[in-house]
């Protein structure tokens, strides 16, 4: 089982539509979570952080569920402008070790 | 956030040359640097992780003797490619991290190398 892993996609999905990505991982010692987005021949920038307690910034809602090891992003409102590649990234075994799903794939449709 | 700078953005290099990338932390102290490769359309790879002051530590499948990676100061990172073959031709892209950055990996511009 891969430490890691996303739904690949791609999530085609209109102007104005909800969408939501999951983000499962294995290792329940990883401590810290994050959502980036990578444009197509773009480095990833980060999107948001993701809190225990769930966090949002603007459209964006992010959730951590520690018993079933997942996180989630949902984007309310799509734009065309989301259209990317969503990255989840875990930080495992404290510190040292950082590990990127595989992304998921959203084009937001006109 | 933080910024990374990575140079140069974009080389052309004949077979059998060494190309040097560069990946600088602008405002933050990088303790740990990281180097990726990624294929069109294809996830990132990570290829190496590099504190300062100590020898990177490759993933399986990476040739160090290759790929070679120095992070000789908290500022620095380089990444050299020795005697480049077509097949490594892809997008290189550095991202670090830092005490000031709170665990979250800021990630250079990237580097599209093309060897002919």
């Known amino acids: 089982r891969k430490e890691v892993e996303q739904d690949p996609g791609p999530f085609n999905v209109p102007e104005g539509a909800t969408v939501a990505f999951n983000c499962t991982y294995s290792?329940?010692?990883?401590?810290?979570f994050f959502w980036y987005r990578q444009d197509c021949r773009k480095e990833p920038k980060l999107l948001m952080s993701?809190?225990?307690s769930g966090n949002e910034d603007g459209r964006f809602t992010a959730q951590l569920n520690r018993a079933s090891q997942y996180i989630s992003l949902l984007i309310r409102d799509s734009k065309l402008s989301d259209s990317a590649t969503y990255l989840c990234?875990?930080?495992?075994?404290?510190?040292?070790?950082?590990?990127f799903g595989t992304g998921t794939k959203l084009q937001v449709i006109p | 956030g933080a910024v990374v700078s990575q140079h140069p953005s974009w080389v052309i290099c004949k077979s059998g040359t060494s190309v040097k990338i560069e990946c600088r932390s602008l405002d933050f102290q990088a303790t740990t640097m990281f180097w990726y490769r990624q294929f069109p359309k294809k996830s990132l790879m990570l290829m190496a992780t590099?504190?300062?002051?100590?020898?990177?530590?490759?993933e399986q499948g990476v040739e160090k003797d290759k790929f070679l990676i120095n992070h000789a100061s908290l500022t620095l990172s380089t990444l050299t490619v020795t005697s480049a073959h077509p097949e490594d031709s892809s997008f290189y892209i550095c991202?670090?991290?830092?005490?000031?950055?709170?665990?979250?990996?800021?990630f250079g511009s990237g580097t599209q190398l093309s060897v002919l």
């Open positions: 991202s670090a991290r830092g005490v000031a950055t709170n665990e979250k990996l800021f």
């Open positions: 993701v809190y225990s």
């Open positions: 590099s504190n300062e002051g100590s020898k990177a530590t490759y």
């Open positions: 990234v875990v930080n495992i075994q404290g510190y040292q070790k950082v590990t």
């Open positions: 290792n329940s010692a990883s401590q810290s």
